[in-house]
Structure formats: C-alpha cells, structure tokens
C-alpha cells in the first residue's frame, strides 16, 4: 500500500508544481525564454507602463489610464489564481501529505488584497 501511496504523492507534488509554474507565467516570462519568442508578461507590462508614465513630467494620457485599467483586470485575474494556488492547491496537498503521515509544506500566510482589488475606490 505504501508504494501506491507514494506514486499519488509524486504525482500530487508534480501536478502542484505545474500549476505552479503556469501560475508563475502569467505573471513573468519564464526565465532563459526569448521575449521575441513569448511576449510580454503582466510584471513587464507593467515596469513597461509605469517607466512611460514615470519618465515624463506630465499626467497620464487618456491611452495610459486606459492600458493601466486593462492591466489591473489582468491582474485581478493573476493574483486570484496565485490565492487559489496558495490558500486550494497547497493545501489539498498538505491534507494528502499528512494523511501519508509525511511532513507538510510550510505554505506563507499571504497579506489581504488591497483595497482597490476589492472594489474599494476611497483609498486610490
């Protein structure tokens, strides 16, 4: 029964670190990747954004505030599924790792989303 049990931990570990890693490429290209060859990623994006907000001395355009709105629903969506990866995946795979009376992952407590991402806009 042992051995069966651990081919499910191993596949459960490889399944986390997948999703993992599809997490991670919403946010940043994958290191060693051409940007030619894979886009841009929301984190370049926005160091893109903010550098031509930041290297100017005038007020965002009409197109900027527009691309920002864009990139904080793409984020909306990005910082969603890294939650759902953290506070669902993680720790369905600590509940099959303790029920294998194996060690848990240490999973970090993450801090509360801003106000903005919930809706609140008294605070921007």
């Known amino acids: 029964s042992g051995l069966k049990d651990s081919k499910a931990v191993e596949k459960a570990i490889a399944s986390r670190r997948e999703e993992l890693s599809s997490v991670e490429n919403l946010l940043a290209r ?13 984190v370049e994006r926005l160091n893109s954004l903010f550098g031509s ?6 007020p965002p355009t009409a197109a900027q505030i527009s691309y920002f709105e864009e990139l904080v629903s793409e984020f909306k969506t990005a910082i969603s599924k890294v939650r759902d990866y953290f506070e669902v995946s993680l720790k369905d795979l600590n509940n099959m790792l303790t029920r294998e009376k194996l060690p848990p992952l240490l999973i970090p407590q993450l801090p509360p989303p801003p106000a903005w991402i919930c809706g609140d806009t008294s605070s921007k």
């Open 53 to 58: 907000i930041d290297g100017v001395n005038a």
């Open 30 to 42: 994958p290191e060693g990747r051409a940007f030619w060859s894979e886009g841009s990623r929301l």
